[in-house]
């Protein structure tokens, strides 16, 4: 959860010369968006809390924490809890919307860099981080080969068919290919059009992948992912751009084709309803909306920016270490009780992940990439 706008931070609105210019009372240009940062925390909360106390599978991959069903143990929380899955498409709109802001009027190696320093820091500690809890509470979770734990660290596992060190990496594996289809768009430049277009071909591409029976345009197109991304960058041109009647479109196609992804999440976790999850996820797409048309502008809390930058290293760290730390104090006191413990536990590590590590490593990691694109176009020249 990923990853994933997980990774990603809003921005300012940058100027833009197509079209007219979005602009909050008295000719400025609308602040940060501080209300996202605090979406994404709550997104990540409902993913962990899932995990913790919304599946049912008892010591089976997918919840090694509980004896006996969460259902039994805690009912009330189990209701919720089992809807909290949807925080990753949350996510994934959330992304949408992000990485098309951030990268308005930046050229490719300015979305390359970004994308760098922001995804990998906090993913390289979260890949040791849950290697050494899981070599220090052994028999809870298996652990994968040293070999494999270290290509981890490319991020690239699942394109080479290699095991994730925690289940929950999926959802960066469907960022990574996003980031690459938009980069396209990106060394185009950014346009109100070319958007438009990017969306509409990528939505094709996503619908026909399935029956085409064609395994490269299903691992390109993403179909399981692609409408909830689709969706962001709609909502990101109403921002910018206004409603119209286009964008109306494209967001009510997401929200068609959404749907019927979100059935199929349900098969799979087997603990919530279709209906329940499709409330879920119109409620969240009406409130982007109020987003994108600037309803929320006059949310400016500071403390949301922290709790925006707690939310990649709490969806990296939270899964396989959380649950093992669970299955092994179930025993010591309330369940409900143990479980916000844990989160809290988890908040304060992301907290500390995020000053100790995503800040100084990103600031080396910038430093060093900008220096090799200086001597890259020094050779350039040279040649």
């Given amino acids: 959860m990923h990853g994933v706008a997980l990774a990603d931070r809003p921005a300012r609105t940058a100027p833009t010369t197509a079209r007219k210019r979005v602009t909050a009372p008295g000719g400025r240009t609308r602040p940060r968006l501080y209300v996202l940062d605090g979406i994404r925390l709550l997104a990540a909360l409902l993913v962990v809390l899932h995990h913790y106390a919304g599946t049912n599978r008892v010591n089976q991959p997918g919840n090694a924490i509980w004896d006996r069903p969460v259902s039994d143990i805690m009912p009330s929380w189990f209701r919720v809890a089992s809807f909290g899955w949807i925080g990753v498409e949350i996510f994934f709109v959330i992304s949408g919307f992000v990485i098309c802001m951030s990268c308005w009027g930046r050229t490719p190696k300015d979305f390359f860099v970004s994308r760098v320093i922001r995804l990998y820091p906090a993913y390289w500690f979260g890949v040791v981080f849950t290697t050494a809890v899981l070599v220090a509470l052994p028999g809870v979770w298996e652990r994968l080969p040293l070999r494999e734990v270290l290509f981890n660290l490319t991020m690239l596992q699942q394109g080479s068919d290699v095991a994730d060190v925690d289940l929950v990496y999926w959802t960066l594996w469907s960022e990574l290919r996003f980031y690459l289809l938009f980069l396209v768009v990106v060394a185009m430049g950014l346009t109100y059009r070319r ?21 490269l345009l299903v691992l390109a197109a993403d179909p399981s992912g692609a409408w909830y991304f689709i969706a962001g960058l709609a909502l990101y041109l109403m921002h910018r751009f206004g409603q119209d009647l286009l964008l109306w479109g494209i967001l009510a196609m997401s929200w068609l084709m959404g749907q019927l992804e979100l059935g199929e999440r349900v098969a799979y976790e087997q603990v919530s309803s279709w209906r329940g999850a499709v409330v879920i996820y119109t409620v969240f797409l009406l409130f982007m909306v109020a987003v994108a048309l600037g309803f929320t502008d006059r949310i400016r809390w500071r403390w949301l920016v922290t709790a925006g930058a707690l939310t990649y290293p709490l969806y990296l760290t939270h899964y396989l270490a959380g649950t ?18 844990v989160i809290a536990g988890f908040l304060l590590l992301s907290w500390l992940v995020h000053r100790l590590v995503e800040r100084p490593v990103a600031r080396v990691l910038k430093r060093g990439l900008e220096a090799s694109f200086t001597r890259l176009r020094a050779f350039q020249r040279a040649a």
């Avoid at 309330?334 to 413990?341: E, I, S, Y």
Wanted: glycine share 2%; net charge neutral.
């Fill in 195 to 215: 958007v438009v277009v990017f969306c509409c071909v990528w939505g094709a591409a996503a619908m026909l992948a399935p029956v085409s029976e064609f395994p």
């Fill in 324 to 341: 093992a730390v669970i299955n092994r104090l179930r025993d010591t006191m309330d369940a409900r009780l143990l479980v916000v413990c």
